[in-house]
């Protein structure tokens, strides 16, 4: 929930932009409108106030030496895997863990210890002391191969990954599997896995890339400061339904990434009363007002938003943008459990 399918960017990006052009998605997630920005030679600004958003994106994005990226790929996992074994196989519980690897220094907090099997945990500190030690020349690719595997390495059951409440350390009925099923106990099938997956996804951008440029910011967008752009492509948070720093938690603690949930527009735990509305309504205008700044007159602001509780037609007013346009789409998708339908509506505006 909150990416948006890539054909979305693309038919508004091909609609109002053309190659040369740039464009700004000031609620950039994981970089869908900048992917898609790249492919069409449109050059791109992407901002977020989650860190880990940030640099999904510039990992997504980013140009790569496909020889050297694989090589680095398969060496950090074979030194893993030497590291591992034989000591680490039989980790209990009751093993200290300082006895067997070094607890890179940030990682002083009990969620890690928390949410994953000690040999979970072991593999992941391996792994991520490889990354600082060793010197590699695409770290953040590293990182992003780690947290995807420590995403599906914690204590959870299988169908529900998204918003996990408790570790599961007993096995459970899978409503998934519709059978008995136990949490992971280990964390290299999944750094094995994600290795092969995430480069495959690199190389097959890098057939793609254009040389468009693509720059991001981790911050505040209601602080950002560009230069000119022609036109925004955005999709921005819905009101009290995700805490998006919370979402990543796992990767906040593993890479010890900065923590700015405080100006999250429109965060879950604020819920979506009336007065949480009006302070969304206030934080996502003050964004557009202050980005809309470097935009010429006539430039479009497209946005995708859920809008169920009708906020969006006096966003625009308060932002000082004309309602050009509203398309409506009607979506209808299954994640984990739960099957959403719903709505959600593209806003054509234009700077006056
Ligand atoms: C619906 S998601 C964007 C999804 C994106 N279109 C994609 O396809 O991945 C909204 C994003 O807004 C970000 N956000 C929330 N408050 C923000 C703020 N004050 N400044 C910048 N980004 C913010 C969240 O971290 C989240 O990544």
């Known amino acids: 929930?909150?990416?948006?399918?890539?054909?979305?960017?693309?038919?508004?990006?091909?609609?109002?932009?053309?190659?040369?052009?740039?464009?700004?998605?000031?609620?950039?997630?994981?970089?869908?409108?900048?992917?898609?920005?790249?492919?069409?030679?449109?050059?791109?600004?992407?901002?977020?106030?989650?860190?880990?958003?940030?640099?999904?994106?510039?990992v997504k994005t980013d140009k790569y030496d496909i020889q050297i990226a694989k090589q680095e790929v398969?060496?950090?996992?074979?030194?893993?895997?030497?590291?591992?074994?034989?000591?680490?196989?039989?980790?209990?519980?009751?093993?200290?863990?300082?006895?067997?690897?070094?607890?890179?220094?940030?990682?002083?907090?009990?969620?890690?210890g928390n949410w994953y099997a000690p040999q979970a945990f072991s593999e992941l500190m391996i792994y991520c002391n490889l990354i600082q030690s060793e010197n590699y020349q695409y770290q953040n690719l590293l990182k992003i191969i780690l947290t995807r595997a420590a995403r599906s390495a914690r204590l959870t059951t299988h169908f529900d990954l998204d918003f996990p409440k408790h570790p599961?350390?007993?096995?459970?009925?899978?409503?998934?599997?519709?059978?008995?099923?136990?949490?992971t106990q280990e964390a290299l099938?999944?750094?094995?896995?994600?290795?092969?997956?995430?480069?495959?996804?690199?190389?097959?951008?890098?057939?793609?890339?254009?040389?468009?440029s693509v720059s991001i910011y981790h911050q505040d967008s209601r602080k950002l400061n560009i230069d000119e752009i022609d036109g925004i492509i955005t999709s921005p948070p819905y009101v009290g339904l995700i805490d998006y720093h919370e979402q990543h938690i796992y990767a906040y603690h593993l890479l010890d990434l900065e923590d700015k949930r405080i100006d999250e527009i429109g965060p879950a735990q604020n819920g979506s009363s009336k007065k949480a509305q009006k302070k969304y309504q206030e934080g996502i205008s003050e964004v557009f007002r202050a980005v809309t700044k470097k935009l010429s007159s006539g430039s479009r602001i497209i946005v995708v938003a859920g809008d169920r509780h009708n906020l969006y037609d006096e966003i625009a007013q308060m932002s000082n943008l004309e309602i050009e346009d509203i398309v409506k789409r009607h979506v209808n998708r299954r994640t984990g459990r739960r099957a959403t339908e719903f709505y959600e509506s593209i806003f054509i505006w234009r700077k006056p």
Request: proline fraction near 6%; glycine fraction near 4%.
């Open 189 to 212: 099938k999944f750094l094995k896995r994600y290795s092969t997956d995430t480069l495959r996804r690199i190389e097959d951008f890098m057939q793609i890339r254009t040389d468009a």
């Open 74 to 112: 398969q060496d950090i996992l074979q030194k893993t895997k030497e590291t591992i074994q034989p000591r680490v196989k039989q980790l209990s519980f009751f093993t200290k863990p300082t006895e067997v690897y070094t607890i890179p220094t940030h990682v002083t907090n009990e969620y890690l």
């Open 1 to 58: 929930m909150g990416k948006f399918i890539p054909q979305l960017p693309e038919i508004f990006l091909r609609k109002y932009f053309e190659h040369g052009q740039t464009i700004l998605d000031p609620f950039a997630g994981s970089g869908t409108t900048l992917v898609q920005a790249n492919e069409l030679g449109i050059n791109s600004i992407g901002c977020d106030i989650s860190a880990f958003n940030a640099l999904l994106c510039k």
């Open 168 to 183: 599961q350390k007993e096995p459970y009925w899978c409503y998934k599997h519709r059978r008995t099923c136990s949490p």
